[in-house]
C-alpha cells in the first residue's frame, strides 16, 4: 500500500535514533536564518519544530513565513555548539535533499505566530486559523479534545446513555434570553436554539433512559463575559431515581478524576465541602465563594444594635477581621476605600486595634465602652488587627459588598494558593428570591427544582423565600463550575412555582406542553447536572477568558469578523421567511 507521499514521519517523533534516516516532513516555515552564508530553516507541524539545512543556499531563497511546504533529507546530528536543549528535536537536523512548495503564503502576515497571543483578540480571533498555530493556542484545543474524550469515557463506565437533543426547539422562559430562527415553512413563526437541553433530558426520562448524557451546546443571547460566551457547552446528566446525595457522589468523582488527570495542581480532597446558600452569602457575601481565601464575613448587626453612627443606624452591619496588617500604609487603606466606592458603596470603615487594646480610626468616638469590648470579644480581634466595615440597609447588598470587599482584600493581601483547586458544593438555594427592580418574585435557579417539601412548602411557609430546593452548584475558586437539582417530577407543584413568579397554570401549561403531556404517562423522581466544559478547560490551563479555550469563539461583543457574522440577509431570503426588517434608528 502507498504510504503518505507528503510525510513519512511526524516531526515530534524525530531524535538521535532517526540519525541516519532518509525521511519526508511537511509543515510550515517557522523561519529562515542567514548564517554567514549557510541558510536554516524553522519548519514546524502541529507536533513540533525541526532546525533544516541546506547545502544548496539557493533552496531557501524567495520562501516567505508560514507557507506550506514538503522536505525530504537525511538526520544527522548537530555539532555540539549548535544543539538546542530547549527543542525535543534540538539534537539533531535535517539536511535537506529536495525542497517542494505545497502551498505559498502570499499575504503579510497580521501578527507573528509565535507571539499571536500579544495580538489584540479582535484581530487574533479575525485570523483565527493563524492564531491556532501557535503552539499554545493549539494545545488548548488538543486538551479540549483529550478532556471530552476522558469525559466520555467516564460516563460510558458509570453506566450512562450518550443522546443528542434537537438543537432547533422551542422557545421557553428558562431564565435567558433565546436566540431564535424563523421558519420558512410556518411564516411567522420561529424556533429557539436551546439554552440548556432541559425539557428534553427530563423528556429522556419518562421514556425510560435512565441515565442520559451529552456534551450539550447551549446558546444564550447576553453579553458576552469572561466565563461565557454565545455558544459555550457542557457535560449535560440526567438519571431516574436518584436522590441529591447520589448526584454529588458523581459530580465529585467526575470532577476529582478530571482535575486529578489534566492539572498540576492540588486539588480538594473528596467529599468537597457542602455549604448551604444562606451560609455561604452570610460567610463569603456570594454563592460562588473562593474558599483559598480565609477570610470570613462576620455579622456585627446585634453588636452595634445601640449604635450612635448615622450609617450603622438601622443597618446590617457585616464585618471582615484580618490580622496583622495594622501598620500598613494610608496609601493601602486609601486603595481600599477606592476600590469600595468603584462598587458603588459610600464608603468602608475601619478600626485597628492598638498594642494598648484601644481603637485607631474615625469610626472609634462613635463607640461605647461596651461596643469596644464586644467587638474586639466577639470576633477575636488580635492586637494589630484590622477590623473592616460594610452596612446597608439590605442585608442582600450589604452581603454583596461584603462578598466583594473579602475578594479585594484577599488579591490585596495575595492569601489566595495559586497552586490550589478548592472545590465546594453550595445547596439548599431559595426557590424564589424577590426581584426589587420589578417588584416580583423570580425563581432563583432552576425552575423545574424540587421544593424540599414539594407543593407542601406552598402551604406551610408564611414567606415564600423561606421554600428550600433541591438545587446545587460545583464552585471552584470562585467559579460556577456546574449546576444541577432533583427536578419537580410533580405537575401539581411545578405549576404553583410558576404561579408565584406570575404565570397562570394555562400559560405554564401551553409553555412547556410537552412536558405536562408527557408527565401525565408516568414519570420517575429524577435528577441531574452540567458541569461546564469551557470552564474546566479554563481552570486547567489558566485562562483568562472562555474564549481561549474554544476553537472559533465570538469576540466580546459577540461578532464573528472572521466569517462576518452576525450578517444581512438578502431580499430573497427575507421573502421567503416571510420577514420585513425594521431598524430602529438611535435619535
Known sequence: MQGNIYRSIYIKDIDKTKVGSFVTVSGWIENIRDHGGVLFLDLRDNTDKLQTVSNDDSLFVGLAKESVIRMTGTIRNRSIDTINPNLKTGDVELLVDTLEVLSPSEHELPFQIMFSKDASEDIRLKYRYLDMRNKDVLDNIKLRSDVLHFLRNKMYDLGFTEVQTPILTASSPEGARDFVVPSRNFKGKFYALPQAPQIYKELLMVGGIEKYFQIAPCFRDEDARADRTLEFYQLDMEMAYVTEDEVLNIGEDIFYDVFKTFSKKKISDKPFRRIPYRQAMEDYGTDKPDLRNPLIIKDATDTLKDTTFGPFKKSIIKVIVVDDIGDKSNSWFNEVVDYASSIGMPGIGYLTLMDDGTFKGPI?????????????????????????????????????????????????????????????????????????????????????????????????????????????????????????????????????????????????????????NAFKYGCPPHGGMAPGIDRILMLIKDEPNLREVQ?????????????????????TQLRELGIKVEVEKNE
Open 551 to 571: 476553537a472559533f469563539p465570538p469576540s466580546a461583543s459577540g461578532a464573528d469578523y472572521m466569517m462576518g457574522s452576525p450578517s444581512e440577509l438578502t431580499r
Open 364 to 516: 472609634d468616638k462613635f463607640l461605647s465602652a461596651e461596643e469596644r469590648n464586644s467587638l474586639i470579644n466577639d470576633f477575636e480581634m488580635k492586637k494589630n488587627s484590622v477590623m473592616f466595615f460594610i452596612a446597608n440597609k439590605s442585608r442582600k447588598v450589604a452581603q454583596k459588598f461584603a462578598g466583594l470587599i473579602r475578594d479585594e482584600l484577599g488579591n490585596k493581601l495575595d492569601l489566595l494558593d495559586k497552586d490550589k483547586l478548592e472545590f465546594c458544593i453550595i445547596k439548599d438555594f431559595p426557590m424564589f428570591e424577590y426581584d426589587e427592580v420589578n417588584k416580583k418574585y423570580e425563581f432563583c435557579h432552576n425552575p423545574f427544582s424540587l421544593p424540599h417539601g414539594g407543593i407542601k412548602d406552598y402551604a406551610t411557609h408564611e414567606d415564600i423565600e423561606d421554600i428550600l430546593a433541591y438545587q446545587y452548584d460545583f464552585v471552584c475558586n470562585g467559579n460556577e463550575m456546574a449546576s444541577g437539582a432533583i427536578r419537580n417530577h410533580d405537575l401539581e407543584s411545578l405549576a404553583k412555582g410558576f404561579e408565584v413568579v406570575g404565570y397562570t397554570r394555562e400559560e405554564t401549561e401551553k409553555r412547556f406542553k410537552s412536558i405536562f
